[in-house]
């Protein structure tokens, strides 16, 4: 059975950094894209980062130069470093992962997906 839980969410303030977690069990990460995605209120999923077997990573234009997704496959995991931090992105993120390969911006490109970990940044 695939699991992917997150981890490192929290509330921080505008400018602080927060780094998120994502460890998979069940099968190995480094074949395959990984994603990550927020989820606000009243909001639609969207794409934030994701990062290809190869190490080639894609970011949504609102969080290029601030946040970096890497992977430590040693470890299973995939990481997404946050910095500068702003209150628009509070929302809860989630990871995925894909079992083939796609644009990977899009949830239904991804077969696998965490609980979410909730993001709060206060002004």
């Known amino acids: 059975q695939v699991q992917l839980e997150e981890s490192g969410g929290g509330l921080v303030q505008a400018g602080d950094s927060l780094r998120l977690s994502c460890a998979a069990s069940g099968l190995t990460f480094s074949p395959y894209p990984v994603g990550w995605f927020r989820q606000a209120p009243g909001k639609e999923r969207e794409f934030v980062a994701a990062i290809r077997w190869s190490g080639l990573t894609h970011y949504v234009d609102s969080v290029k130069g601030r946040f970096t997704i890497s992977r430590d496959n040693t470890k299973n995991t995939v990481y997404l470093q946050m910095n500068s931090l702003k209150p628009a992105d509070t929302a809860v993120y989630y990871c995925?992962?894909?079992?083939?390969?796609?644009?990977?911006?899009?949830?239904?490109?991804?077969?696998?997906w965490g609980q979410g970990t909730q993001v709060t940044v206060s002004s």
């Open positions: 995925a992962l894909a079992r083939s390969g796609g644009l990977l911006y899009r949830t239904g490109d991804y077969d696998y």
